[in-house]
């Protein structure tokens, strides 16, 4: 990538800002439809609640605390909070496919610890610069390119995966086992992507 690097220190509050207000948005509106709480409950509401105080919070830990003495002291709690914040994430995934009527959401809801894990592989190269919570600091053109070749990597997952499932054979009625076998190869896609294109960017 052309752009030049931005300077130590120089995140995005408006990123900052963006998201919260996303995250709150959605938490209200969740408050009062009538889907949320017999097919959520309790549960997603603290998701919500977890990525509103989480993200600030780990933004700052990025923004001010990672480097040097501090960074080596407070890790711990860095790696909580990414943590947190990832699995709220996943929790906002999950809601995203039900809300868009996949039938494939309820997947993410039965296997969760093995789907997170495969969620982690795009978390960490594609979210959280997203964000503006990964360790690099990437500006808003450079977050944009990274999309891009993760958009474009996950795309070529997707057609490696269809390739891959019509040489096995496999049953188009076998819903589960295609979401997953897909998953994969998209995940993998976009991971790939997301970290190709920050090789020659951030701070």
């Given at each position: 990538?052309?752009?030049e690097?931005?300077?130590?220190?120089?995140?995005?509050?408006?990123?900052?800002?963006?998201f919260?207000?996303?995250?709150?948005g959605?938490?209200?509106?969740?408050?009062?439809?009538?889907?949320?709480?017999?097919?959520?409950?309790?549960?997603?509401?603290?998701?919500?609640?977890?990525?509103?105080?989480?993200?600030?919070?780990?933004?700052?830990?990025?923004?001010?605390?990672?480097?040097?003495?501090?960074?080596?002291?407070?890790?711990?709690?860095?790696?909580?909070?990414?943590?947190?914040?990832?699995?709220?994430?996943?929790?906002?995934?999950?809601?995203?496919?039900?809300?868009?009527?996949?039938?494939?959401?309820?997947?993410?809801?039965?296997?969760?610890?093995?789907?997170?894990?495969?969620?982690?592989?795009?978390y960490?190269?594609?979210?959280?610069?997203?964000?503006?919570?990964?360790?690099?600091?990437?500006?808003?053109?450079?977050?944009?390119?990274?999309?891009?070749?993760?958009?474009?990597?996950?795309f070529?997952?997707?057609?490696?995966?269809?390739?891959?499932?019509?040489?096995?054979?496999?049953?188009?009625?076998?819903?589960?086992?295609?979401?997953?076998?897909?998953?994969?190869?998209?995940?993998?896609?976009?991971?790939?992507?997301?970290?190709?294109?920050?090789?020659?960017?951030?701070?």
């Open positions: 990538m052309g752009e690097k931005t300077k130590s220190g120089g995140r995005s509050i408006a990123r900052l800002l963006l919260e207000a996303l995250a709150l959605g938490y209200l509106y969740l408050q009062n439809h009538p889907m949320a709480r017999p097919l959520w409950g309790l549960n997603f509401r603290i998701y919500a609640l977890v990525f509103l105080a989480a993200y600030p919070l780990f933004f700052i830990y990025r923004w001010k605390v990672a480097g040097g003495c501090l960074g080596l002291v407070f890790w711990p709690i860095g790696y909580a909070l990414s943590l947190a914040l990832g699995i709220s994430c996943y929790a906002w995934l999950t809601l995203g496919l039900y809300y868009s009527g996949s039938v494939f959401y309820g997947n993410l809801t039965k296997h969760e610890i093995v789907f997170v894990l495969l969620f982690g592989l795009v960490f190269p594609l979210l959280e610069p997203v964000l503006g919570v990964s360790k690099k600091n990437f500006s808003f053109p450079q977050t944009l390119w990274i999309l891009l070749f993760s958009v474009f990597g996950g070529l997952g997707y057609l490696l995966g269809d390739f891959m499932i019509r040489k096995a054979g496999t049953p188009v009625t076998d819903k589960g086992n295609l979401f997953l076998l897909w998953l994969v190869f998209i995940l993998i896609g976009s991971a790939v992507g997301a970290m190709g294109a920050q090789r020659n960017g951030g701070e």
